[in-house]
């Protein structure tokens, strides 16, 4: 199976993460096109979405799994990311390194276990080792098991949990990839990719 996939531009992907968020009940308050604006202006970041034609109907192509990453700094000053920061300091290198953070990203249910989101995550690979950096680090909830499974099936380590005491299915859970140019290697999806600018 040959994944199609979009790189989107700021604006353009901003619109349509807004979009397919809608698809998603699990996440409790969706991103607006303008807070990811916010977010990615003015740092290297990118917006990648997956598409699939309906089973019944080849001609609909719908938007199915996405994926938004973006470059982290030890000199945040927005306070979520400086936090981020804080609060990954001890497990991750960040002095002489470029850091990517997988800010969000999903697969809508009835398409999950078929690929998308790791042909996502080895396309977010390929493009972060190009541009240079040297690890990449998600942030997800100890409730979210299917993307834990993903992750750990992709090769990313836990690197720290911050465990909610009164609930430890909303604990946190920190992983983390380093990324070597032979990865690319390994990776295992067939992919096209679009890039579509303004």
Do not use: C
């Not at 993460?17 to 604006?37: D, N, S």
């Amino acid at each position: 199976m040959e994944y199609h996939i979009t790189q989107y531009d700021l604006e353009q992907g901003a619109l349509e993460i807004q979009y397919i968020e809608e698809f998603f009940g699990e996440f409790p308050r969706k991103k607006t096109a303008a807070e990811i604006v916010q977010r990615l202006s003015g740092r290297r970041h990118l917006i990648l979405l997956a598409t699939a034609p309906l089973a019944d109907d080849d001609g609909a192509i719908v938007p199915v799994s996405f994926k938004v990453a973006h470059e982290i700094t030890l000199g945040e000053t927005e306070p979520k990311l400086a936090d981020i920061v804080h609060r990954l300091s001890d497990n991750i290198q960040f002095p002489g390194r470029r850091i990517l953070y997988t800010w969000i990203g999903g697969t809508r249910r009835d398409w999950r276990g078929r690929g998308f989101f790791r042909a996502l995550t080895e396309q977010q690979e390929s493009w972060a080792i190009e541009q240079g950096f040297d690890e990449i680090v998600v942030k997800t909830k100890n409730k979210f098991y299917e993307m834990r499974g993903t992750l750990d099936h992709l090769r990313f380590e836990v690197v720290k949990y911050e465990r909610n005491n009164a609930d430890n299915a909303e604990s946190k859970v920190y992983l983390s990839k380093k990324l070597l140019p032979e990865m690319v290697r390994r990776h295992r999806s067939a992919r096209s990719v679009v890039e579509i600018r303004n």
